[in-house]
């Protein structure tokens, strides 16, 4: 896959479409109630700082939890912003997250850090505006994080030195161990937690690195993610047009 069709694919997507046409929105509406300058410039780089964090701890103790596959109303939604995609981590159908997790993941994560940041330097009406820049913000992330990411999974091999070796790290998350390298575009905070690793620190392969957990073992008590499956709980990838 050249570059340009890495784009090309990635463009069309209609999750990236929703992104940058809410933006825009987000956009509008702080055009529509500007905030000061000042406010503006320490919301956008706030948001910007803060998306990673809010990444890690939910790709960590969330997407990774053994807990949501346990409970019948959770189960569907593990299945699809996750289970899925270690079952087949190139599956360009799931690769992208599901805009009816997403988004509401990105406005709290963003919109009142923003709101908080106008409502104390400038008042109720900046706040509106710096809480929709915050919005626009963490949007604008999710597609850069979302590009990284195809990057990552899709037969492209970059050729940036940056790019080549966070998708190393990614793939070994993937198909090594499950248990660390959580950041998408930077390992900062796998660095701080400690759960930063390369494969030769960790010889051994990872024994539920395809399903996260849900061992066969495990769906017989918790059926819910296997009958959404066709009946598939496995500890390797699922081929595709399985489930």
């Known amino acids: 896959m050249t570059l340009k069709e890495l784009v090309v694919a990635y463009a069309q997507y209609p999750a990236i479409i929703a992104y940058v046409l809410l933006s825009a ?23 910007t700082f803060i998306y990673p964090l809010v990444w890690y701890v939910l790709h960590r103790w969330v997407l990774h939890s053994r807990w ?8 569907s939604t593990w299945k699809r912003i996750h ?9 360009l159908e799931v690769l992208f997250g599901a805009l009816h997790t997403t988004l509401p993941t990105i406005a709290l994560a963003t919109a009142p850090v923003g709101y908080a940041i106008g ?21 604008l992330t999710t597609c850069f994080y979302e590009f990284c990411h195809c990057i990552q999974h899709l037969a492209y091999k970059p050729k940036s ?15 090594h161990d499950e248990n660390g390298n ?4 930077t390992f900062f905070w796998d660095k701080l937690f400690g759960t930063h690793y390369d494969r030769p620190e960790r010889p051994k392969k990872s024994e539920t690195v395809f399903n996260l957990g849900y061992t066969p073992e495990i769906a017989e008590r918790y059926p819910h993610v296997a009958r959404l499956s066709g009946g ?12």
């Open 25 to 47: 929105v987000a956009i509008g509406g702080y055009a529509w109630r500007p905030a000061p300058i000042a406010p503006t410039l320490v919301t956008i780089l706030v948001s």
């Open 68 to 75: 949501m596959f346990k409970v019948p109303i959770l189960a």
């Open 232 to 243: 598939v709980a496995t500890g390797h990838p699922r081929k595709r047009g399985e489930g």
């Open 119 to 139: 409502l104390a330097w400038a008042g109720p009406e900046a706040a509106v505006g710096t809480a929709a820049i915050a919005f626009a913000t963490g949007l």
């Open 182 to 185: 959580y950041g998408i575009t």
């Open 161 to 175: 030195k940056w790019l080549a070796e966070m998708k190393r790290r990614h793939m070994a998350h993937h198909f």
């Open 83 to 91: 289970y899925d995609h270690h079952q087949d981590p190139n599956h």
